[in-house]
Every structure is written in structure tokens, then in C-alpha cells.
């Protein structure tokens, strides 16, 4: 079992999303073990509910995502809801408008996200890991996406953020086949940033977090803005949001507090401004 912070959790989605903070760290739970954290439509509305009071909480600087219980990260969609809200395509691309402003709230989100993953890491928690700035898996982790296997096209965001992470031949060979793989091939083909001993999981998860929480936050913010306008077409990139990112960190307090630290050979304390 992940050691989990005991805090005070903030439930959304009936308890089925569970939010809470730990040392300027938000940890956001998906908890539905009975169906290895399958997420249903209003888990993904809770998601996004979490995302939005974490976003704006300024205690806290960087985000956790993991799952309950010991089986899964997130197994995939609530496949049981299927027959009700994504039977033909006017109903699915109705479920996909609902869960799209959560998806965009993830991808886009403007502080650190880990994913912190166990078990079974599948489909649409494929997408979900996806779309965390930072992947790290216990030994026991398993990844796929069965699209295929269940006659449906896997959205364009989950197969964008694929081809980005692994390649377009490696993302060919796991759509085409709906084959699973192991942490250690997840590692080698770039899907993951870290492989832990299950035991060692949440530690060095936590580790990591308060090491991101601890630095400067304008920094961060202007590694993330010019890391993701990298990976845009160049006709695309907003350079003038990374200029303009740059200058607030060279005008900041937090870059006089850095200096300052240094000379003073002690830890900077950063205020985020």
C-alpha cells in the first residue's frame, strides 16, 4: 500500500475524487478501487473541481495525482456507463464535450503535476498520466491503451500527448495492437520519467514534490510556459509569453532572495513573487 498523507481530504464526485494538501503539496485521490479507479463521467468533473481549488489555493505549488487502493492508477473509463452516455457517436462526442474542459484544465494547468502511478494505468488513465508534467511508477505499474479492443478511436489530445512522449512508431504498435506493457518498457520508450520498488513509490513522489514546492515558482512557471511552446509548431509558439515570463523572474523578489541565499550560503525562502 502507497502511504498515503493522512490529511484533511476534500471530496468531490461523492467521494469518488478526494483533494487535500500536505506541506504545499495538493494531492489530488482517484478513489473508486472497487473498479480499479475506472473513471467515470462525474470523476472527471470532480477532477476538474480539485484542479480548480488547487490551481487557486496559493499554499500550494505543485500537484499529485495517484490512486486508491492497491490495483490501479486509473484502469480506464467506467466502461459500465457506456451503454448510457457513449452507446452511438452524437452520445460520445456529448461525454467527450462534458470531460473536455477537464482534460484542457490538466493539460494546460499552470503549477507542477505528478503522476504517481501503481498498477493498472490504462486507457483513459493513460491519458490522465499523459497529461501530467512528471510520470513515476512502481515496478508493478501496467500500461495500455485498448482502444481497439473496444471498437472505439482513442481522442486526438491522448494520441497527440503519445506520439510526443514515445514516438509515432511505438504509439502505432500499442494503438494498432491494444497490448499492454511492463514499467520497465514504459521507462525505455520514454512514457515514464522514473521506476521505484512499489514500496519506495510515494516516498520519493513526495520527495520530489517538496523539492519542486521549495524552488522558485516563477521559475517553474517559466520552464513549463517554454517547454510546452516548444513543442509547438513554430508558426504557433507565443514568444512573447516567454519573454515575458523571463522578465518577471528576473524582476522578481524571489530572484533577489535566490542571490541573496546563495552569498549567504543558506536555503532561499521563495514567496512566488
Not at 495517484?66 to 490495483?71: T, Y
Not at 497529461?131 to 485498448?146: C, E, K, T, V, Y
Not at 508558426?235 to 533577489?256: G, H, K, L, P, Q
Amino acid at each position: 500500500m502507497l502511504d498515503l498523507p493522512h490529511k484533511t481530504e476534500k471530496p468531490h464526485a461523492d467521494g469518488k475524487i478526494l483533494q487535500s494538501v500536505d506541506d504545499g503539496v495538493g494531492v489530488i485521490t482517484f478513489n473508486n478501487p472497487d473498479k480499479r479507479n475506472a473513471m467515470s463521467l462525474e470523476m472527471w468533473e470532480g477532477l476538474g473541481q480539485a484542479l480548480t481549488d488547487l490551481r487557486d489555493d496559493p499554499a500550494v505549488r505543485v500537484v499529485i495525482l495517484v490512486g486508491a487502493g492497491s490495483k490501479a492508477f486509473v484502469s480506464g473509463a467506467d466502461i459500465s456507463q457506456f451503454e448510457q452516455v457513449r452507446h452511438n457517436a452524437e452520445a460520445s462526442e456529448e461525454y467527450s464535450g462534458r470531460s473536455a474542459a477537464q482534460r484542457a484544465l490538466l493539460a494546460d494547468y499552470p503549477k507542477p503535476t505528478i503522476a504517481c502511478i501503481r498498477g493498472f494505468c490504462l486507457g483513459g488513465g493513460m491519458l490522465v498520466a499523459m497529461l501530467a508534467d512528471i510520470r513515476l511508477a512502481s515496478d508493478n505499474s501496467q500500461f495500455g491503451i485498448p482502444a481497439a479492443r473496444l471498437g472505439i478511436a482513442y481522442g486526438y489530445d491522448g494520441l497527440r500527448q503519445l506520439v510526443s512522449l514515445v514516438g509515432p512508431s511505438w504509439a502505432r504498435l500499442l494503438m494498432y495492437t491494444g497490448m499492454r506493457i511492463d514499467a520497465t518498457e514504459a521507462l525505455r520508450i520514454g512514457l515514464l520519467n522514473r521506476v521505484l520498488p512499489d514500496a519506495e513509490l510515494w516516498g520519493e513522489t513526495m520527495d520530489i514534490a517538496r523539492t519542486i514546492s521549495a524552488n522558485a515558482p516563477l521559475a517553474i512557471q517559466a520552464a513549463k510556459i517554454t517547454i510546452a511552446e516548444i513543442l509547438k509548431d513554430r508558426a504557433d509558439r507565443d514568444m512573447e509569453a516567454i519573454n515575458a515570463i523571463a522578465r518577471s523572474c528576473m524582476d522578481s523578489e524571489d530572484f533577489r532572495e535566490g542571490r541573496r541565499a546563495f552569498m549567504e550560503k543558506r536555503k532561499p525562502t521563495f514567496q512566488g513573487r
